[in-house]
């Protein structure tokens, strides 16, 4: 007769395990570090960070930030359920972050770029003034220094509703200054990740010579169930995914993550040094 011992559980450690939000499955956290937090088991695009993110794309060590000095405000002393200025020091310790951008010079196999990064960790990636006006003084200095800009995308949050009409005028600001940049021959790659929506999309995000879009990824202006619930129809099959903005032209390529660095050398000696 066999004869089982209860023995007490063994507590798993914190963070070994992830339940992957594609498949359900738990994922080991240091299989899905080693493969740029895609899922093994089904593809599903964990969100990366900013750091991670650089880490990803960039020759190591490489990175050198800029305009570390603009910094956002509280212009409208806004408030809903917290104060927005609580809410940015809140989010400014826990992501060790100046706000939801990342902005500054790197390379590429050696090739230089100007390269710029949202993180939806900070108010879902969303863009304020200091986001704006980072994007928009990197651009600008591209232009200047004959570089080709390429960013990533992953904001949920759109144009930043705690400062109004301020967030929605960088919409504007920051389209003018690729604007320019494309005058002057510049090159700009724009890759979308999960979730660009809202006002980065409607902007700067959209605006890419060539845009690249990581699988499916949810992209679009307003989310589908305000759509659904304001014209009161079913949506198509996919829709706002990348694959559905792939088959309408919003996205000239999809690009799983371990395979995107390399396409975008690719792009960058097609198109970068043209001419
Ligand atoms: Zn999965």
Same mark, same amino acid.
């Given at each position: 007769m066999v004869r089982f011992r209860f023995r007490p559980k063994k507590a798993l450690p914190d963070g070994l395990w992830l339940k992957c939000e594609g498949c359900a499955e738990t994922v080991y956290k240091k299989e899905l570090d080693a493969n740029q937090?895609?899922?093994?088991?089904?593809?599903y695009h964990f969100p990366m960070t900013a750091p991670e993110r650089i880490a990803s794309l960039?020759?190591?060590?490489?990175f050198a930030p800029w305009f570390e000095s603009v910094r956002p405000a509280d212009p409208l002393n806004f408030r809903a359920l917290k104060g927005y200025a609580e809410q940015l020091a809140e989010a400014q310790a826990r992501? =060790?972050?100046?706000?939801a951008i990342v902005v500054g010079s790197g390379r590429i196999d050696g090739s230089s770029l100007a390269f710029s990064c949202t993180d939806s960790r900070f108010l879902m990636g969303s863009m304020g003034s200091a986001v704006g006006e980072k994007f928009t003084r990197l651009v600008e200095r591209a232009t200047k220094e004959g570089l080709p800009v390429v960013s990533v995308s992953g904001s949920g949050?759109?144009?930043?509703?705690?400062e109004s009409s301020l967030s929605l005028m960088q919409m504007v600001k920051v389209s003018a200054a690729l604007r320019r940049h494309s005058a002057r021959g510049g090159f700009f790659l724009s890759i979308l990740t999960h979730p660009t929506m809202g006002g980065v999309l409607a902007s700067f995000?959209?605006? =890419?010579d060539i845009v690249i879009a990581e699988p499916r990824a949810l992209l679009g202006f307003t989310g589908p169930r305000v759509i659904r619930e304001t014209i009161r129809q079913s949506l198509p099959?996919?829709?706002?995914s990348s694959e559905f903005m792939l088959d309408h032209g919003l996205v000239d390529k999809i690009v799983p993550r371990p395979h995107l660095r390399a396409t975008v050398r690719q792009f960058l000696e097609y198109c970068a040094h043209a001419s």
């Open positions: 937090k895609v899922c093994p088991k089904c593809e960039l020759d190591p060590d490489s992501t =060790g972050l100046s706000d949050g759109g144009a930043r509703m705690h995000a959209s605006l =890419g099959e996919g829709f706002q």
